[in-house]
Nanobody, 125 residues
Framework: QVQLAESGGGLVRAGGSLRLSCVAS????????MAWFRQAPGKEREFVAG????????YYADSVKGRFTISGDNAKNAVYLQMNSLKPEDTAVYYC??????????????????WGQGTQVTVSE
């Protein structure tokens, strides 16, 4: 079993920044990908950013490119999301996810094996 714990959410004004953290514990050996997704009220969960441990390859949704940066520490089983230039449309619950599969379609919810409980990010006008 794997547990994922997110932190760092909160309320921020448009244009501001937040840094989310996610730490994985339990049987994490062999994991290949970690990612951040978000879900706004009444909307489906959507991909935000991901990282592949092998080679440190990163992936981003078009909506966050240039504003968000994902980073990770494989030894600590941790992944971070630095969010800058936040917009009201970034308001959502942000979820951390982990996959044990190597060749995945990183933007698909179904590719991930474990999920955190989520952390709320609210961006005001």
């Amino acid at each position: 079993q794997v547990q994922l714990a997110e932190s760092g959410g909160g309320l921020v004004r448009a244009g501001g920044s937040l840094r989310l953290s996610c730490v994985a514990s339990g049987q994490t050996v062999g994991s290949h990908h970690m990612a951040w997704f978000r879900q706004a009220p009444g909307k489906e969960r959507e991909f935000v950013a991901g990282i592949r441990w092998s080679g440190g390859v990163t992936y981003y949704a078009d909506s966050v490119k240039g504003r968000f940066t994902i980073s990770g520490d494989n030894a600590k089983n941790a992944v971070y999301l630095q969010m800058n230039s936040l917009k009201p449309e970034d308001t959502a619950v942000y979820y951390c996810a982990l996959s044990f599969s190597l060749g995945i379609k990183v933007a698909l919810v179904t590719e991930y094996d474990y999920w955190g409980q989520g952390t709320q990010v609210t961006v005001s006008e």
